[in-house]
T-cell receptor, first 108, second 118 residues
Framework: AQRVTQPEKLLSVFKGAPVELKCNYS??????LFWYVQYSRQRLQLLLR??SRESIKGFTADLNKGETSFHLKKPFAQEEDSAMYYC??????????FGGGTRLMVKP | GAVVSQHPSRVICKSGTSVKIECRSL??????MFWYRQFPKQSLMLMAT?????????EQGVEKDKFLINHASLTLSTLTVTSAHPEDSSFYIC??????????????FGEGSRLTVL
């Protein structure tokens, strides 16, 4: 069975500091990984996906199959980055599994 | 971009009554919609997967007679909480997968519906 683990429930950093939200997964096949974000009082929305290899709002995430990780990184956190972040894995059976989420708080 | 709308956004009802929540895809067709519960400061818990024109698939532990799901059209899925009790109070969220993009992990989410059962 597949599993997505976000070990940190809460991550607090100061504005301008680097941030890394951890995500580890277990899946026997070839995974498709996503990061979703939920800002305060807003709906959940897609932030980025590993196949696009893109940077969105300064965030990047690299799929590391050896370490089965898909950590989300940003070199300089901004206050507006404060939100709930969910890592998600899409499998060959077309199921999307979410991690437990990490709340990022960026302090001024 | 694709928009999913939920209605009502907030509902308060008495114990024992039934409540219906609608999930609509406004500018696209959704062959598959998903319903979740989200408890305070916790992750999304998938309740069921609903495919247009067929019966919903419920996750283990979710009572299908309690949470009735109907997906009668390509733009509308409804969740009815029957004989609601205070423990059913929660934030219910739907998401939709766009028709023509069946095998993708990209979902579009509604804004959620907060149910409070007195």
């Amino acid at each position: 069975a597949q599993r997505v683990t976000q070990p940190e429930k809460l991550l607090s950093v100061f504005k301008g500091a680097p941030v890394e939200l951890k995500c580890n997964y277990s899946y026997s096949g070839s995974p498709e990984l996503f990061w979703y974000v939920q800002y305060s009082r807003q709906r959940l929305q897609l932030l980025l996906r590993h196949i696009s290899r893109e940077s969105i709002k300064g965030f990047t995430a690299d799929l590391n199959k050896g370490e089965t990780s898909f950590h989300l990184k940003k070199p300089f956190a901004q206050e507006e980055d404060s939100a709930m972040y969910y890592c998600a894995l899409h499998n060959a059976g077309n199921m999307l599994t979410f991690g437990g989420g990490t709340r990022l708080m960026v302090k001024p | 971009g694709a928009v999913v709308s939920q209605h009502p956004s907030r509902v308060i009802c008495k114990s024992g009554t039934s409540v219906k929540i609608e999930c609509r895809s406004l500018d696209f067709q959704a062959t598959t919609m998903f319903w979740y519960r989200q408890f305070p400061k916790q992750s999304l818990m998938l309740m069921a997967t609903s495919n247009e024109g067929s019966k919903a698939t419920y996750e283990q532990g979710v009572e299908k007679d309690k949470f009735l799901i109907n997906h009668a059209s390509l733009t509308l899925s409804t969740l009815t909480v029957t004989s609601a009790h205070p423990e059913d109070s929660s934030f219910y969220i739907c998401s939709a997968r766009e028709r023509g993009r069946m095998n993708t992990g990209e979902l579009f989410f509604g804004e959620g519906s907060r149910l409070t059962v007195l």
